[in-house]
């Protein structure tokens, strides 16, 4: 039985960018968080945990990219994720150096 052809994207743009923000944008978000997760945290017990919890979670954000309306949206909301992440990254390794 073939898909109904109106829940199906037409534009060849928007089905690129739901493809690639969910597997390339999801992972990006993924291991940030961990890394965020492991400048705050014992990152032994962060790295350890993540070869689990990082693969649960990027399979919930390529879900949730495909659920958006808009693929470039979703490539934006990632790319902030990314972006609030990676700050609390830094300045958890400047506050907790792992020296």
């Known amino acids: ?11 060849f743009s928007q089905r690129f960018a ?4 969910a597997i390339l944008g999801g992972l990006m978000v993924a291991i940030m968080f ?4 492991a400048s705050w945290f014992n990152h032994v017990a962060v790295i350890i945990t993540s070869t689990f919890s990082a693969f649960i979670l ?3 954000l390529m879900v949730l990219a495909f659920l958006g309306k808009n ?7 990632y790319l902030l994720a990314s972006l609030v992440l990676f ?3 830094y300045f958890g390794n400047q506050t907790n150096p792992l020296v």
Do not use: D, R
Not at 18 to 21: E, F, Q, V
Not at 71 to 77: F, N, P, R
């Open 87 to 89: 700050v609390i990254f």
């Open 18 to 21: 739901k493809i690639t923000a």
């Open 1 to 11: 039985m073939p898909a109904n052809k109106k829940y199906l994207t037409p534009s």
């Open 34 to 37: 961990h890394m965020a997760l």
């Open 71 to 77: 693929g470039w949206k979703v490539w934006g909301m």
């Open 58 to 60: 990027w399979a919930v």
